[in-house]
Nanobody
Framework: QVQLVESGGGLVQVGDSLRLTCAAS????????MSWFRQAPGKEREFVAA????????HYADAVRGRFTISRENVKNTVYLQMDDLWQEDTAVYYC?????????????????WGQGTQVTVSS
């Protein structure tokens, strides 16, 4: 069964850190580009970060660059999103997504495997 399961969300304060984890049950996981998206209430789902299947290349949205770090452990079929210096604007449901393309895409319609999401709430 192909699935992605996110964990690690929670309620934190401005300036705090969180690490999200995405556990993947995908054949040939190390051939997928893996990404994180987020969706705040009343807003469209937006790209956050992506890491190439090799782990050698990553890409970030401007809003999180320098604060968030995406990484992966192919031997564990796992992707991480380390989020530091969290802002209230980072409050959203965070989703893990998989794309079998070798290119990094930021459009949601390029991803066909999604997790159920994990809530991140940043309070002041």
């Amino acid at each position: 069964q192909v699935q992605l399961v996110e964990s690690g969300g929670g309620l934190v304060q401005v300036g705090d850190s969180l690490r999200l984890t995405c556990a993947a049950s995908i054949p040939n996981f190390n051939s997928y580009t893996m990404s994180w998206f987020r969706q705040a209430p009343g807003k469209e789902r937006e790209f956050v970060a992506a890491v190439h299947w090799s782990g050698a290349t990553s890409h970030y949205a401007d809003a999180v660059r320098g604060r968030f770090t995406i990484s992966r452990e192919n031997v564990k079929n796992t992707v991480y999103l380390q989020m530091d210096d969290l802002w209230q604007e980072d409050t959203a449901v965070y989703y893990c997504a998989a794309d079998q393309s070798s290119n990094i895409h930021v459009e949601t319609n390029m991803y066909h495997i999604w997790g159920q999401g994990t809530q991140v709430t940043v309070s002041s």
